[in-house]
């Protein structure tokens, strides 16, 4: 017996999506369709249950807010959008790195260049110290090497280097 690519309610498909966590989010297939990778999912191996274990709840919660909003949107609510991007990025880095890297794992590609330069914008005037303290990249180069750099290439240290908090 065949399975189908998702349960009906009424005319409505529905999917389960289940984060890394095991929480279970039942949501309409419309709506999750706009990851190519669910897209590619439930064409290709006609299921409704997806498991997404690289994905903690919390940022699946804010993916899937966002999705509903994106959703909504017509000519009228525009503005309203564009608020709730606003207010949609307005959390710690690190939550927004986490939603980032999903997004990008699920390929909502609109999402995923709003997010990219909401990024962006964070490390906007930052040095390279500041930018590596953000991203705890730690450097292997020689001390050497890093005054041979900075004398080189000076305008790349210069910036903000006390907000690291962003």
Not at 147 to 160: M, Q, V
């Amino acid at each position: 017996m065949a399975s189908s690519s998702s349960s009906t309610t009424g005319e409505k498909k529905m999917l389960t999506l289940k984060s890394g966590d095991n929480e279970a989010f039942y949501l309409e297939e419309s709506l999750v369709l706009q990851s190519d990778l669910i897209k590619t999912i439930v064409k290709e191996e006609c299921i409704s249950s997806i498991p997404l274990p690289s994905i903690k709840s919390k940022t699946l919660v804010k993916i899937i807010e966002y999705l509903k909003k994106h959703a909504e949107l017509t000519a009228s609510n525009k503005e309203d959008f564009k608020n709730f991007e606003k207010e949609f990025v307005n959390v710690a880095l690190e939550e927004l790195l986490d939603i980032t890297v999903a997004v990008s794992y699920l390929k909502i590609n609109g999402l995923l260049e709003f997010c990219c330069q909401a990024v962006a914008d964070r490390i906007k005037d930052k040095s390279v110290e500041a930018v590596q303290k953000i991203f705890k990249i730690e450097s292997d180069f020689t001390p050497e090497e890093v005054t041979e750099f900075k004398r080189e290439t000076s305008w790349a240290f210069e910036g903000d280097l006390d907000d690291t908090t962003i």
